[in-house]
C-alpha cells in the first residue's frame, strides 16, 4: 500500500494550472417546501455536515453521520439490508425506523434502500425530535435530509478514486454542465472477515450507482427539475459468531449468505410563485428488487436456509402551499401527502436433515409416549414456501404556522394521518412422514396456511413550540412539545414457525392422535403489529457567541407507547418477529459545538440517554425498568483539523486531522446481562491539495479497539459481529471547474 500512495503522490505533484475553485457552499436543506421558517429558527436542534467535512472523513453513506450527530447510532453490521437506524434512544432491527431519509427532497420510502452509496453527497442535515407534523410516518425521532450536487451549484468536472485495506475500491465521475447533472460511482471490497469453515471471507461486495437531474427552463411561471436515480449491490455478509461459556467462536457456518439490491428512484419537482401562494409540487416512482441468502443458523451444522426476495412499487405525491409574499407576524406551510405502496414477497425457508430432526422430530416424538412409537420424517430437506402481498397506504392533510411577536416566534401545527395496510399471506409445504412401528411405508402430507389480514388507523399529529430570540450573540432559546409516531405493519419472519406448529398438528390429526393443547407458540394475531408513538418534550438553546463559533444544546423527554421491538417465540424457534412492548421513557441530553477560523476547523457532539421501559411484560417476565437493548447510552465525537496554506508552490496545502467516535453502554437483550462497555475510535486524515487534484490518506479503527456491532438469537444459540478492524485508505480527487 505505501508503495502505491507514493506512487500517485509523485505522478500528481507536478505543477498544473491554477488554484482549485469550490463554489458548492449551500448545506443540505431539510425539506425547504416544508419548513416556512429558516433552519436556524427551528425550535428543534440540527445538525449540518458540510462538504468539506464529508470529504475529510470519506463519508458517502448516511451510515457514516453515526456519532457526528449526537444520539445517532447507525451500526454496521449484516449487510446493505440491515440498515437499522437508533436515534434518542429508540428504535428498532426490523420494518419501519425512527428517521425519515429525503435524497433532494424526496422520501425515501423502504428502509432496505437507506444504506447508500452517494459520490455526488454536498452535505447533510438532521432535525432530532418528532418531526410528525410536517413529514408524518417515520419521523419519530427525526429527519436526515441529503443534498447532492445540482448544476446550479457546480459546473464543471468533479472526480475520484481511492484503495484501501481489503481491496477496497471506489471510484467516481461527475459531469455539471448547464441544466444537467450526471453522476457515476462504482466500489468493490474483498471483505474482512473469514469463515473458518469455508476458508471464504463472508463479506465481499461490489456496487455501482448512476444518478441524472435537469433542470428544465422555466415554462409559465413553472421551474420544473426531474432527478433518476439508480444502484446496484452485490454482497455477501453477516458475519455473525456464536456466543456460548463466555467466549465467541470464528465466524463458521457451511450455508453461502449474500445480499442483492437494484433500486430505482425518479422524481419530479415543479414549484412557481403566485400573486398568493407559492405553489411546490414533488412526486416520485420507487421501485426496489432485492435478494437475501442467510444460513439461519450461522453454525457448521446443515439445519435450515432463508431465501427472501422482494419487489417493491411505490408512488408519492406531496403538494405544499405558502404565502408568496413574506409577512413580519406569520409566515405558514400547508400541505397534502400521499403514498402507495406495494410488496411482493417470497420468503422460502428449507430445512435440512440436521434440521429436520433437532427442530421438528425432537419437538414432536418428546410429546409422544415411546411404549406408543416415534415419528419420522425420511427427508433429507424439506422447503416451507411462504408468499405475501403486502400494500400500504397513506394520505395525510397538514399546516403549521409561525407567528412573531416582537423577539419570541410561536409555531402551532397538526397532521391529519390516514394509514392502512393489507397483507396476503400463502404458506404451505409438503411433508413425507413415517409413524413406527404402525406404518408399514411413508404417507404424503400437504399443509398449508393461507389468508389475509388488515388494519387501518388515524394519527393526529401536533406541534407547539417557542422559540426567544435574543438581542446579542444570536443566541435563542427553545421549547417544543410534538408528537411522531412509526408505522405499523405486518411479520413475515415468523410464518416458518406458524406453519411448523399447523404441520404437526396436522400430522398428528392424521394418526389419529389429539393433545389437548395443540403445538403452538405463535398464530395470526402474532402477524401484524401496531403503530408506535412518542410524545417529546424538549428544551434547547442555540448560540453562536463569536465569529466562526457554534453552540447548540438541548434536554428532552419521550414517553413512547406501543414501542415495537423485535421478539423470538420461546424454544427453538426459527423466525422473529415484531411486537409492541408496552411504554417506553427515553431522557436524555445533547450538546454539540463547531468552530471555522482560518485554516482550522473544529467539531464536538456529546449525547447521554436513559431509554427504559416502564411497562413490558412478554408473558414469561416482566422488564419493566430496565434499559431498551442495542440504543447507547452514550454518544462522542471529537474532530479537529488544520490547514497549512504554502504559497507559490505546486502544492498549495496541507491538510492533517483526527477525530474520535465514541459509542457505549449498549445493553443486547432485555434483561441487561448482556452489554457493551463504550468505546472509542480513532481516525485521522492527512490531504494533500495541489491545483486540481488533492491526495489524501485516510486511516480508521487506528487502535485496534474491540467491539461488537451486533446480538442476536437463532435456534436457541446467541451471536455477535465484532466491529471491523483497523483499515487505511489512500486516494485523490479532482476538481476541474468551467
Request: hydrophobic letters at 35%; a neutral charge; one cysteine or more.
Amino acid at each position: 500500500m505505501l508503495k502505491a500512495i507514493i506512487a500517485i503522490t509523485v505522478l500528481l505533484s507536478a505543477p498544473g494550472p491554477a488554484d482549485t475553485v469550490t463554489v458548492i457552499t449551500s448545506p443540505a436543506i431539510v425539506s425547504a417546501s416544508r419548513q416556512p421558517i429558516s433552519l436556524e429558527k427551528i425550535a428543534s436542534p440540527s445538525t449540518t455536515v458540510s462538504l468539506h467535512e464529508l470529504e475529510s472523513m470519506t463519508i458517502s453513506t448516511p451510515e457514516g453521520l453515526s456519532g457526528i450527530v449526537p444520539s445517532l447510532h447507525i451500526p454496521d453490521y449484516g449487510s446493505s439490508m440491515t440498515s437499522t437506524i437508533y436515534l434518542r434512544g429508540l428504535g428498532s432491527r426490523m420494518e419501519n425506523p425512527v428517521m425519515g431519509l429525503y435524497v433532494d427532497d424526496i422520501p425515501i420510502l423502504d428502509k432496505n434502500a437507506y444504506d447508500i452509496r452517494m459520490p455526488d453527497l454536498a452535505g447533510a442535515t438532521l432535525l432530532r425530535g418528532p418531526q410528525g407534523t410536517l413529514f408524518g410516518r417515520n419521523s419519530m425521532c427525526g429527519v436526515l435530509s441529503l443534498h447532492t450536487i445540482s448544476p446550479s451549484e457546480f459546473k464543471g468536472t468533479r472526480a475520484s478514486a481511492s484503495w484501501g485495506s481489503a481491496n477496497s475500491i471506489s471510484a467516481s465521475v461527475g459531469l455539471y454542465s448547464g441544466n444537467n447533472a450526471l453522476s457515476v460511482g462504482v466500489n468493490h471490497t474483498d471483505g474482512f472477515y473469514d469463515n473458518v469453515l469455508t476458508g471464504k471471507k463472508v463479506d465481499p461486495g461490489n456496487g455501482a450507482s448512476i444518478r441524472w437531474r435537469h433542470d428544465f427552463p422555466e415554462t409559465a411561471g413553472w421551474s420544473l427539475v426531474n432527478s433518476l436515480s439508480a444502484s446496484f449491490t452485490d454482497e455477501g455478509g453477516y458475519p455473525y459468531r456464536r456466543y456460548h461459556d463466555g467466549t465467541l467462536d470464528p465466524v463458521s457456518y457451511d450455508d453461502k449468505g449474500g445480499y442483492t439490491r437494484i433500486a430505482l428512484i425518479d422524481g419530479l419537482s415543479a414549484k412557481r410563485t403566485g400573486d398568493i401562494f407559492t405553489t411546490h409540487l414533488i412526486g416520485s416512482v420507487q421501485l426496489l428488487y432485492d435478494r437475501m441468502r442467510m444460513d439461519q443458523d450461522f453454525t457448521p451444522k446443515s439445519i435450515f436456509n432463508l431465501k427472501q426476495s422482494q419487489r417493491s412499487a411505490a408512488t408519492t405525491v406531496e403538494a405544499t402551499f405558502r404565502p408568496a409574499a413574506k409577512k413580519d407576524h406569520w409566515n405558514s406551510t400547508t400541505g397534502v401527502f400521499g403514498m402507495l405502496k406495494f410488496n411482493s414477497m417470497k420468503a422460502p425457508v428449507t430445512f435440512f436433515r440436521e434440521g429436520i430432526e433437532s427442530l421438528m422430530l425432537e419437538n414432536a416424538n418428546k410429546n409422544i409416549p415411546a411404549s406408543i412409537g416415534h415419528l419420522d420424517i425420511p427427508m433429507d430437506r424439506m422447503p416451507i414456501y411462504s408468499d405475501f402481498g403486502i400494500w400500504t397506504g397513506d394520505l395525510a392533510l397538514y399546516h403549521e404556522s409561525v407567528f412573531t411577536l416582537g423577539k419570541w416566534d410561536l409555531t402551532a401545527g397538526l397532521r391529519l394521518d390516514l394509514e392502512g395496510g393489507h397483507m396476503s399471506y400463502d404458506s404451505r409445504a409438503d411433508i413425507v412422514y413415517r409413524f413406527y412401528p404402525t406404518m408399514a411405508s411413508p404417507k404424503d402430507l400437504s399443509c398449508s396456511y393461507k389468508g389475509g389480514i388488515g388494519q387501518l388507523g388515524f394519527e393526529l399529529l401536533p406541534k407547539i413550540s417557542a422559540l426567544y430570540n435574543a438581542p446579542s450573540h444570536d443566541l435563542r432559546l427553545y421549547f417544543t412539545v410534538s408528537k411522531g409516531h412509526k408505522a405499523g405493519g405486518f411479520n413475515t419472519q415468523i410464518f416458518s414457525d406458524i406453519l411448523q406448529n399447523v404441520m404437526m398438528n396436522s400430522l398428528m390429526d392424521d394418526l389419529g392422535v389429539h393433545f389437548d393443547e395443540p403445538f403452538q407458540s405463535v398464530g395470526a394475531g402474532n402477524t401484524k403489529y401496531k403503530p408506535e408513538e412518542a410524545w417529546n418534550f424538549e428544551a434547547g438553546i442555540r448560540m453562536t457567541p463569536s465569529e466562526g463559533l457554534h453552540f447548540e444544546a438541548s434536554l428532552y423527554n419521550i414517553l413512547c407507547r406501543s414501542q415495537q421491538i423485535t421478539v423470538f417465540p420461546p424454544g427453538k424457534s426459527t423466525g422473529r418477529m415484531m411486537a409492541n412492548a408496552g411504554r417506553t421513557r427515553s431522557t436524555g441530553a445533547e450538546l454539540e459545538a463547531s468552530y471555522h477560523k482560518e485554516g482550522f476547523t473544529g467539531r464536538f457532539s456529546y449525547s447521554w440517554n436513559d431509554a427504559r421501559f416502564t411497562v413490558y411484560n412478554d408473558g414469561n417476565e416482566d422488564y419493566s425498568g430496565k434499559h431498551v437493548p442495542y440504543s447507547p447510552a452514550q454518544t462522542l465525537f471529537a474532530m479537529a483539523e488544520y490547514r497549512f496554506t504554502l504559497k507559490g508552490k505546486s502544492l498549495r496545502s496541507i491538510s492533517i486531522g483526527g477525530d474520535l467516535n465514541g459509542t457505549g453502554m449498549i445493553y443486547w437483550n432485555e434483561s441487561n446481562t448482556l452489554k457493551e462497555p463504550f468505546h472509542l475510535i480513532a481516525g485521522a486524515t492527512l490531504r494533500l491539495a495541489f491545483d486540481k487534484v488533492e491526495v489524501f490518506l485516510r486511516g480508521e479503527n487506528l487502535t485496534q479497539e474491540k467491539y461488537n456491532t451486533f446480538y442476536f438469537k437463532s435456534v436457541g444459540n446467541e451471536f455477535f459481529q465484532e466491529g471491523k478492524p483497523a483499515r487505511i485508505t489512500a486516494g485523490l480527487s479532482l476538481v476541474l471547474p468551467k
